[in-house]
């Protein structure tokens, strides 16, 4: 058996999940989430739990289980605490700034870079150099918050571009001088 696949989803008081044969849907204060997962991974719900299974060790089945696991669970968690990606802006003149529901950002290049905020997430910009994208679909946030930095990536020579908090860029040394060759 699947170690991850065989836990148990704890389902938190103020969550109703429904399961209609393959379709899930998981109704919590933060939203709805609804996901479609393969007809032969069995889901139930046992009392305030959510139950996965899976009808044979074929290596098919034993890849799924574990993944429909993880994708529930993170419906759960999503309707309830939400998820969050934060992405910080370094370089001279580089700033952002939210305008209605779009994002705009000044990147350096002729023109700024405009991006509208699409539905199931939310965009906020605490201060010019910061952009924090948060939702209760993990896929949509991870998404919107890639498409961003992928405007502007963070370049190793001057560390210049958008990078998500927690990343560390790589920093190269620039060229030599001409004659220091020894």
Known sequence: MSRIGRKPIAIPAGVEVKV???????????????NTFNADIAIAVEGNEIIVTRPSDVKEHRSLHGLTRTLISNMVIGVTEGFKKELQV???????????TNLVMNLGY????????????????????????????????????AEVREKRPPEPYKGKGIKYIDEHIRRKEGKAAKGSKK
């Open 20 to 34: 209609e044969g393959s379709v899930v849907t998981v109704k919590g204060p933060k939203g709805t989430l609804t």
């Open 110 to 145: 002729s023109h700024q870079v405009i991006m509208p905020e699409i539905d199931g997430i939310t965009v906020e910009v605490p201060g010019p150099n910061s952009i924090i994208i948060s939702g209760p679909d993990k896929q949509k946030v991870g998404q919107f918050a």
């Open 90 to 100: 370094n370089g001279v003149g580089y700033r952002v700034q939210k305008q209605g």
